[in-house]
């Protein structure tokens, strides 16, 4: 059926929105953690309840990306913004941080992290940008996260990468754009960009396998993702070149298979302007989520059929998590959401690009 | 209804960013400014011209370059060198801008390949002369190898660089072969040039995709995201110019200069070029450009912007005042200072332009959306 943009509007204005806190537990519980910028300054890592109240928060010196929790849900550690060289350790627990920590000389984190299944190791993408090589950057969250080795992701620009539900299987978005923090955020490559999906074995490092999309989708940037019940990897890309091509922003990739994009109404791929800045599958593993802050759009696929489920407008949209059967969202203008209900809202706060469910 | 509900999302937006919002938050009034005059204004009378100027000047490099395979001597070497030079800040009106037909094809970096910290375009160049690559010397073949190649920073070695002389000795063995292909970028720039200007015109050019602004384009649903594109361009020149071209190059402190990194030094247009392209952010983002849309309230910003970019070009006239290289001065003390220096006023003209312009103009400039991740 074809949806022209008049009717996709009003589709989605008649969904409307609920008042706030009609749905929200406010249980006192940590249940996400997301990094924020309060009055355009002051950067901060908050923990929230499921209602989005602040529980506790941590100041950073820079700005934060995204998260990564520990298996046994005690430990959070946000990772800085790329060019990043800090991480903050926080004990969920005692509600305060425990540790930070650094890259070493000639790394700077990605944004991007995950622990191993036993909750001993912590992964960090990595730019070794003197050999423009991508890495995964590994530490011993036992020992006072000091680094103690890392593996090769086989591209440039490794983004988010994630360990899969087999607890075995590393899967890595090698972005493909070189930067180097010299020139702090400049694409020096985009003519011969190679993004690529990557699977290594978390064991060995070994490679497992290398996915590219057609040649010419080479400046589709794979950068965010997220791993389905079925063992799909679910990735977003960015779109680095010419604003007028169309191009299917999400695609899926199972292990031994060929990537597939997922197809959407062009409107829908249209509301989030060539750029996916997260993307996640909600608790019941049956709707896959890519928000887009330049476009300010959520869209929804649905995880069984791979078909578009529907498109919510809101600006400068980026964090999702998983709750229940829909998603928690933050903004960059101070507001969550919990589905399509605005829970929160906090003038002078902006909600950095990402949002992590504990647990 | 339409309408109201983008009156709302814009509402939405601008107030809770937080450099819209006063004190206590509260929602920031959105001034009713019609932008599409600003818009015409700007894609007829600086973007159009500049990049025909920019066809124009390629054009005039390839009958210097011909001219100069043809019969070699200095007086015609000097005129592709100085027709190069022009060349150069014709590039440098329109560098500004990263969106539109400059981003298909990567226009942009079959142009302009820079930066490039690894050298990889250099040393690709001096492959090239020296291979003595007969497919070098023909702008077709020429524009199917590595973007590095093709473009003003290979010309520039190619007229200027190490043996550039050969090209005025008509005995020299390498003469033909390094003119061939000084011919053949000069022809593949040009053929660059007039692709982006044929682009941006006619019925289905991008000037008409941006006057044509609403609710049916798609890539510009209002005259307002026009400007805000356009004002983004100003914003990214500016914090070029100031972080990488100048900061970053002069380094904290003498010992720290790298100024080969920088643009264009080999034919000493460093400066010049770093001139011209804060002359275009004062013509397209000043007063008498994008800047007649502020409110009156709001349109001293246009001659504050105007006064800082002014500051930041006198201090860069006065560094290159005698003609030395730039290599050469940036690491005298005097001109270190004064090059560090220009920090400020361009500061202050980027801080203008991220928040002030958008701010007074009420247009929306995501946290997130800002430079992404």
């Known amino acids: 059926m074809a949806i022209d943009r008049r009717n996709f509007i009003k589709a989605i204005t008649a969904l409307g929105v609920m008042p706030i806190g009609t749905l929200a537990r406010a249980d006192g519980a940590p249940a996400f953690v997301a990094a924020r910028v309060e009055r355009d300054a002051d950067c901060s890592v908050a923990v929230l309840d499921h209602a989005g109240k602040v529980l506790f928060s941590e100041s950073l010196d820079a700005r934060g990306h995204d998260i990564a929790i520990s298996p046994d849900r005690a430990t959070a550690v946000v990772f800085a913004r790329r060019p990043g060289f800090f991480a903050l350790v926080i004990d969920l627990r005692g509600r305060r941080r425990v540790a ?6 000639g790394r700077h984190f990605y944004g991007h992290g995950f622990f191993s299944a036993d909750g001993r190791l912590l992964y960090a993408t990595e730019n070794d940008y003197e050999a423009e090589r991508g890495v995964l950057g590994i530490y011993d969250a036992g020992g006072g996260f000091a680094r103690i080795g890392e593996i090769d992701t086989h591209g440039i620009g490794p983004h988010e990468a994630l360990l899969m539900r087999d607890g075995r299987t590393i899967a890595v978005g090698n972005g493909g754009v070189a930067t180097h923090p010299d020139y702090d955020r400049v694409k020096l490559n985009l003519p011969t960009m190679e993004p690529s999906l990557v ?18 989708l080479h400046q589709l940037s794979i950068r965010h993702m997220a791993e389905s019940t079925d063992r799909t990897i679910w990735f977003g890309g960015q779109y680095e070149g010419s604003e007028s091509d169309r191009v299917d922003l999400v695609g899926t990739h199972r292990p031994g298979g060929d990537p597939r994009l997922v197809t959407a109404p062009a409107l829908a791929y249209a509301g989030m302007r060539q750029y996916v ?32 489920v529907e498109s919510r407008a809101i600006a400068d949209v980026c964090g999702i998590a998983p709750d229940g059967r829909d998603f928690f969202i933050s903004d960059g203008t101070g507001r969550l959401w919990q589905g399509r209900n605005l829970i929160s809202e906090t003038p002078g706060v902006a909600w950095d690009n990402h949002v992590r469910k504990i647990g | ?103 298909d094809g990567n226009r942009f970096e079959r142009l302009f390949f820079w930066p490039d910290p690894r050298g990889r375009g250099l040393k690709q160049v001096q492959g090239l002369l020296a291979s003595r690559d007969a497919t070098a010397t023909d702008p077709d073949s020429l524009r199917g190898k590595s973007v590095a190649v093709q473009g003003l920073v290979a010309l520039e070695f190619v007229l200027f660089g190490t043996g550039s002389d050969v090209l005025a000795d008509k005995d020299a063995a390498d003469r033909s072969h390094r003119c061939g292909y000084g011919a053949a970028i000069a022809g593949a720039i040009a053929g660059t040039a007039r692709e982006l200007s044929d682009a941006w015109r006619g019925p289905t050019g991008y000037a008409a995709l941006m006057l044509e602004a609403g609710e049916e384009n798609p890539i510009y649903r209002s005259h307002g995201e026009v400007v805000q594109e356009l004002v983004k361009s100003c914003r990214e020149m500016v914090q070029m110019d100031q972080q990488l071209k100048l900061a970053f190059t002069i380094g904290e402190t003498l010992q720290d200069a790298k100024p080969k990194l920088a643009p264009f030094w080999r034919s000493n247009m460093t400066i010049a070029s770093i001139r011209a392209n804060l002359a275009s952010v004062v013509s397209l983002c000043g007063a008498e450009g994008l800047g007649a849309a502020l409110p009156k309230d709001s349109d001293w910003q246009a001659g504050s912007l105007a006064f800082e970019i002014r500051n ?53 400039t995501g946290f997130n959306s800002l430079d992404g991740d």
């Open chain 1, 100 to 105: 930070t920590f650094v890259p070493p000389d």
């Open chain 2, 1 to 103: 209804m339409i309408k109201q509900l983008g009156l709302v999302v814009l509402i939405v937006a601008t107030a809770c960013w937080p450099a819209h919002g006063d004190d206590e938050g509260r929602v920031t009034e959105i001034p009713a400014i019609a932008f599409r005059p600003v818009v015409v204004d700007a894609v007829e009378h600086f973007v159009l011209p500049r990049y025909a100027l920019l066809a124009e000047k390629a054009d005039a490099e390839v009958t210097a370059l011909n001219d100069l395979c043809w019969q070699a001597d200095n007086e015609r070497l000097e005129a592709a060198r100085e027709g190069f030079r022009a060349l150069v800040l014709a590039w440098s009106g329109v560098e500004m801008f990263r969106f539109g037909p400059v981003r």
């Open chain 2, 312 to 364: 930041a070009d006198s201090t860069l006239a006065n560094v290159a005042e005698d003609g030395a290289p730039w290599e050469d001065l940036v690491t005298e003390p005097k001109n270190h200072d004064l090059l560090a220096y220009t920090r400020i006023p361009l500061g202050g003209a980027a801080e203008l332009l991220e928040h002030g312009y958008p701010d007074a103009l009420g247009l929306i």
């Open chain 1, 199 to 216: 699977y290594l074995d978390a064991a060995t490092g070994d490679l497992i396998e290398k996915i590219m999309l057609p040649a010419s």
């Open chain 1, 277 to 308: 800045g997260a993307v996640t599958v909600n608790d019941a593993g049956t709707r896959v989520a890519a928000t887009s802050p330049v476009g300010g759009h959520v869209v929804i696929f649905d995880v069984a059929t791979r078909n578009f």
